[in-house]
């Protein structure tokens, strides 16, 4: 299995590109800010925790996520691989996921991430926030919560991968279609190594 986790601080690009990377190889998007946003407008008291949080710019405890990506993980067990979009966002979760894709006799083939700076990270998402209609893409003081979040629980995650050996990153400014370029050549010789093996 090919299983990608994309990352990035938010309004680094992970949806836009996971979304080339999918027709490309065929995979399977989870996204768990996705997910939470489809439990926010089901109504369901999971969404209704979640928005309390997400609203305030935090993260949704650990043990929630990972429950839900398990759910999915377990819903696609015949696909061939998976592209994890916003997940893992701390160490506990990267831990989780590895322990859930060894029970499915898989693994994390490799993060990629995608580097973009803060003040380019707040320019976009606020422009974001006038098309996508998420709360927390119009507020410049959550949007720096956000990204505060990210600096501070969410960046030790690419230690955690790099120190598997299975971190690369790619510089996340610039032409779409040039990032997706990079982005596939990790891939295509991760895919040469595996074939190889
Ligand atoms: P995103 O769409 O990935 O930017 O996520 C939007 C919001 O959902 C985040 O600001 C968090 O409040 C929450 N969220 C999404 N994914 C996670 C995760 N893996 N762990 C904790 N909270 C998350």
């Given at each position: 299995m090919l299983n990608i986790v994309l990352f990035g601080p938010p309004g680094a690009g992970k949806g836009t590109q996971s979304q080339k990377l999918i027709d490309k190889y065929n995979l399977i998007h989870l996204s768990t800010g996705d997910l939470l946003r489809s439990e926010i407008a089901a109504g369901t008291a999971l969404g209704l925790e979640a928005k309390k949080l997400m609203d305030n710019g935090l993260l949704v405890p650990d043990e929630v996520v990972i429950g839900m990506i398990e759910n999915k993980v377990k819903e696609h067990r015949q696909a061939p691989g998976f592209i994890f979009d916003g997940?893992?966002?701390?160490v506990p979760q990267a831990q989780g996921l590895d322990k859930l894709l060894q029970d499915n006799g898989t693994e994390i083939s490799c993060m990629i991430a995608l580097r973009v700076d803060d003040e380019e990270l707040t320019t976009r998402l606020l422009l974001r926030g006038k098309t996508s209609?998420?709360?927390?893409?119009?507020n410049e003081e959550l949007i720096r919560k956000r990204v505060q979040e990210y600096n501070t629980k969410t960046a030790p995650v690419a230690d955690y991968y790099a120190g598997q050996g299975k971190y690369f990153a790619v510089d996340g400014i610039g032409d779409i279609e040039d990032i997706f370029k990079a982005l596939c050549q990790h891939i295509d010789a991760l895919k040469e190594k595996q074939e190889e093996k």
């Open positions: 997940f893992p966002r701390t209609g998420r709360p927390d893409d119009q």
